[in-house]
């Protein structure tokens, strides 16, 4: 075991977080060098806003993952509610009810000890993803609470994000993992094109990156 409780990984030094590799990748020019550099426009499509078509994903997505970190490590946890059930209240902020769960409130404690979060959205059919990273917060306000009945009861608490980036994610993984195999695409989702256009500003034009997309994503799907 090692501090915290956690148990120790095998490979990996008891007083240090680098693995005892040969191999290891321990610092950012290792790592450039086994990859190619980002193309100019993945670089381009992080946006500092809820648009419109980020808007739309979210209004279409009944999943997220949220991930934080806090003293006790990190932690990835499922959200999960109708379609929608994270709201934008405005251009830069997201609110997300905290459904009833388990209660070990692993998310909580890290959003109270460290605001940062990121969070995934997903819409089954839909090969591409939508990220947001921002800085979150934790409310119990009465009225905030009352927006969000679910089956006659309200939330304990509504998480606050301060949107920082969004922006969207290819659907190489989807389509590898064949997750949504048989679903198709619901109606009024924004296509990779679209999100890509609007996040950033016109630099990519919608319909001739989806005229291409799904033949490049086979191209280069390993």
Known sequence: MVAGGRPAVAGWGMDSAIPTDPFAVSSLEALARLYEAPQPRVLAKVHPRLEATARAFIAASPYCILGTHGP????????????????????????????RGNNRLDALRDIVACPEVALLFLVPGVGETLRVNGLARITADPALLARFPANGKLPATVVLVQVREVFMHCAKAMMRSVLWDGRTRP????TAGEMLAAHTEGLIEAAGYDAVAQQRLLDTMY
């Open 187 to 190: 109606p009024g989702v924004p």
């Open 72 to 99: 006790q490590g990190v932690h990835c946890t499922p959200r999960g509610d109708a379609a929608g059930f994270v709201v934008p209240l405005d251009d830069h902020t997201l609110a997300l009810p905290d459904r």
